[in-house]
Structures are given as C-alpha cells and as structure tokens.
C-alpha cells in the first residue's frame, strides 16, 4: 500500500492513459491529472478520502461516477465533452467546481458554494435567475 495524500500528474505526463496504478493508494486526498490521455477513471473510484480532483482536459461524457468522491470538494472539469452539469448535485460536499467549456443545461445543483466559469452568456442567464444572491 502506497500512503501518498498528494498527487500531481498534469501536462508533463500527457502519456499517462490508466489510472489503475493509483488504485493502491487509498490515502490520496488531492489529485491532479489533467491533460492526460486517460479514458475512463477505473482505479480511483475506489479512492473516497479524495477532497480536490482536477479532471480538465480529459474527454469526459458524464458525472455519473461522482458519488465514488463522497467527501469531494473542489472539482475541475474543464475542457472535456460535458453536455449537462446536472450530475453536480450527487456530490453534497462540493464547494467548489469549474466547468469551462460548453455546457447546455444546469440543473439539480446542492453545492454550497460553487464557482463555474462557462464560455456561455445563456448559462449566466440561468445561474442569475436560480441564484440571485450569487449576482447581486
């Protein structure tokens, strides 16, 4: 068993295709893969201390697996092929998520406290309109 909390592989690790390798490290609170060329997140879903996941860049369809991250805080998904963020709300602990990239339809949001920056003047619309309090 591997006891590393903290893992950073971004951009200089683009060959990194499995995260399977990490499934022995179940201590892993805080981990970074984006812009590699990793497909499917088999072999961390096991891994439910993770509190920061940074997934930018990855070709990721859905948020079906993110109630694998029960005690997720801060999520980064951008740059991936989401169409609906709606699945946001299967992770009450988030306080923090970012999403830039095109998004059509949010929905179902508990976050506490949830920063998304979306390249979309329509979604804007609709986050200002669900919470007033967030735009003043």
């Not at 060959?15 to 590699?36: F, I, K, W, Y």
């Not at 998904?77 to 009450?92: H, T």
Request: charged share 20%.
């Amino acid at each position: 068993m591997i006891h590393i909390k903290y893992l950073d592989l971004d951009q200089g690790n683009t060959q990194l295709r499995d995260l399977c390798v990490l499934e022995n490290m179940p201590d892993l609170v805080a981990l970074d893969v984006r812009g590699s060329l990793v497909e499917s997140l088999n072999g961390i879903l096991s891994l439910d201390r993770i509190t920061t996941l940074n997934l930018s860049g990855l070709s990721l369809t859905s948020l079906e697996w993110l109630p694998s991250f029960p005690r997720l805080q801060s999520l980064e998904i951008a740059r991936n092929r989401l169409l609906d963020l709606s699945g946001l709300g299967m992770a009450p602990g988030l306080r923090k998520a970012i999403a830039a990239g095109a998004v059509a339809r949010i929905s179902g949001l508990a976050a506490a406290a949830l920063d998304i920056f979306l390249n979309k003047a329509a979604l804007l619309h609709v986050l200002a309109s669900r919470f007033p309090q967030l735009f003043g």
